[in-house]
Structure formats: C-alpha cells, structure tokens
C-alpha cells in the first residue's frame, strides 16, 4: 500500500515482487531444518570430477554429513556437484541460480524438494549465509571470492553472528596461501584491515581439519544476541 503514492516502475515492482517471492519460497524450504546446522560450500563450477580438489571436496562433505551437519552449495557442477555428491542428497542444500551458461542443477540434487532456484543473486547469496554456520571455500572464481568476502564483511562488521570460515586446499596447492599472501601484503601491511581480521579464516590443508575446526568451535559456542547495549555470548 505504501508503494502505491510512490508511483515507482514497473521494472522496481517487478523486482520487488521476484525477490519477496524467492524469500518467502526460501524460507519455506529451511524452515524444517532450521535445528540442524549447515555449512554453505562455494568453489568453481568448472572443476573437473578428476581434480584432488573435486575429491577433497566429496571427503569434506562426507565428513561433515558424518558429523551431524547438512550441507548448501549451488547446486551446480564442479566444486558445488561435489560437496552434494559427499553428503548425499538426503543432507543437502541446492541453491541454483537462473543463468545462461553453466548453472544447471547437478543430477544429485536436481529432483530433490530441496533445490531452490533464484534468480537473482542478492537473494541466494542471503540464503547462503543466513542459514549456514560455517562456511568452506575451495578454489573458484569470481561468485566463489564474491561470497568468501561477503562472508569476510559481515564478520569484520558483526552484521552476522560469529562462525567458523575455512579455506579448502589439498596438501601442495597455493591457491589460499597465494590469497593470503595478498591479504596481508597489500591489505594488512597498507593498513586496510587490522591484524585481528586475519582470525577470521582459517586455511586447511585436509577434510578432517576443516571439519575438526568447525566442530571444535560449536563445541563451545552456542549462540549471539545483541541485548540494549550489550553483546552476549552464549556458550
């Protein structure tokens, strides 16, 4: 009712409408599982099922499925087939996104109730963080930095409660440590970001540490609120 004296386009209505109705949709598809933690898994779509990272990211999955957890990824090829393939179509997430080229749903997820199909991607991105609890990056491209620095924003800015942030790389690879190299070369040593930032990640080297990571620290958190002026840690 109040958009209608504000006499805005079509195109901001229709928007408006689209991104309400994927909330609503989403929401609807969590809701059920909202007792059970989830990790939201990003990496490239182009990573061939031959690559130690695909085969890394199926163990980690596995892992984590193991360990009581459920798993999000996009839904897609590559990285994301691969974290679905791990935990199995019972434990996991698909967030697909409407595209031109290369986002199809992987065969795993593709006829599961719990694929989400977005169209746009400030809507999945929402869903991707506010109902993980941990997040692990592999190797990817731009939507894989896009939403590992999202992630990184949030936390720096406690816009979204603590949790745990990995970064995925078999024994050997550089890619995370070439990253990191960055971070702290051009964004620490410029005085960008403070040296407490650099603890809100963590770069792992095998399934097991990142899963130990993330379980060892809901072994002693719980849960934040903001309560007046007050900051409380549930432990």
Known sequence: ????????????????????????????????????????????????????????????????????????TGAASGIMKAGNVGAGAEKSFGANILLLFEQGANEVIVDDPKLITFRYFFTRKLFFLIEAHAVALFPGGFGTHDEGLETLTLLQTGETPPRPLVLVEPPGKNYWEAWNGFVRTQLLERGLISPVDLGFYRIVHSAKEGVDWITRFYSTYHSMRRVRDQLVLRL
């Not at 609503?24 to 130690?52: C, H, L, N, W």
Request: proline share 6%; glycine share 4%.
């Open 1 to 72: 009712m109040r958009l209608k004296p504000s006499e805005l386009g079509t195109l901001d209505l229709k928007i408006l409408s689209r991104a309400l109705a994927e909330f609503r949709y989403a929401a609807s598809v969590f809701q059920p599982y909202r007792s059970v933690r989830k990790v939201s898994i990003f990496g490239s779509a182009r990573t061939p099922e031959s690559d130690p990272h695909y085969k890394l990211a199926v163990e980690f999955a596995s892992k984590l499925a193991s360990s009581g957890f459920m798993v999000i």
